[in-house]
């Protein structure tokens, strides 16, 4: 069992809609949840973290954490075509651990 | 803050030759650095974690001469590509952690894409 799974999509949607992401783990030591967004050839850089259970608001931006179920979602509202890129979460303890990354296209 | 550069951003090299990469904390200190390589359309593959002043640990069936990381400062680490050939033409990004910072996050460059004719 891989330490994080997360779908790879490719995930189509119109501009305006709500997009939820998500990830599941495997190790409940794991403390720390990040979410980052890749434009194509371009380096992963980090929305968003959280180390406790519950939601994160960040503008358009939700990161969810729920330990109990071992699960992580990162919420865009309002969608844009200008989020569309490769979304990685990224789940930390002793070692570092990445999602495959959900491809994103916002369609205007 | 938290910023990493990497340098250059794309590179064109002839086969046989050999290429450097650098990664450098901008605003940090990073005894641990990360290079990764990335095919299009695929997640990131880690290649080695390289910690300022010892030597760099490599993942298994990345060949270490081949890929050379030197760690020397606490901003900076390279990457060298020795003797490429096309089968090395891939996107290579290096990252690196804030040990008096959010020591959990990695901070990514912005990649280097390297073609070798």
């Known amino acids: 069992q891989k330490e994080v799974e997360q779908d790879p999509g490719p995930l189509s949607v119109p501009e305006g809609a709500i997009v939820s992401l998500n990830c599941t783990y495997s190790?409940?030591?794991?403390?720390?949840f990040m979410w980052y967004r890749q434009y194509s050839r371009k380096g992963p850089e980090l929305l968003m973290y959280?180390?406790?259970?519950g939601n994160k608001e960040d503008g358009r931006f939700t990161a969810q954490v729920d330990k109990s179920s071992k699960y992580i979602s990162l919420f865009i509202r309002d969608s844009q075509p200008s989020d569309s890129a490769t979304y990685l979460c990224?789940?930390?303890?002793?070692?570092?651990?990445f999602g495959t990354g959900t491809s994103l296209t916002v369609i205007p | 803050g938290a910023v990493v550069s990497q340098h250059p951003s794309w590179v064109i090299c002839k086969s046989g030759t050999s290429v450097k990469i650098e990664c450098r904390s901008l605003?940090?200190?990073?005894?641990?650095m990360f290079w990764y390589r990335q095919f299009p359309k695929q997640s990131l593959m880690l290649m080695a974690t390289s910690n300022e002043g010892s030597k760099a640990t490599y993942e298994q069936g990345v060949e270490k001469d081949k890929f050379l990381i030197n760690h020397a400062s606490l901003t900076l680490s390279t990457l060298t590509v020795t003797s490429a050939h096309p089968e090395d033409s891939s996107f290579y990004i290096c990252?690196?952690?804030?040990?008096?910072?959010?020591?959990?996050?990695?901070?990514f460059g912005a990649g280097t894409r390297l073609s070798v004719l």
């Open positions: 990224a789940i930390t303890g002793n070692q570092f651990y």
């Open positions: 959280t180390y406790s259970s």
């Open positions: 605003d940090f200190q990073a005894t641990t």
């Open positions: 990252s690196a952690r804030d040990l008096n910072g959010r020591a959990w996050i990695q901070y």
């Open positions: 190790n409940s030591a794991f403390q720390y």
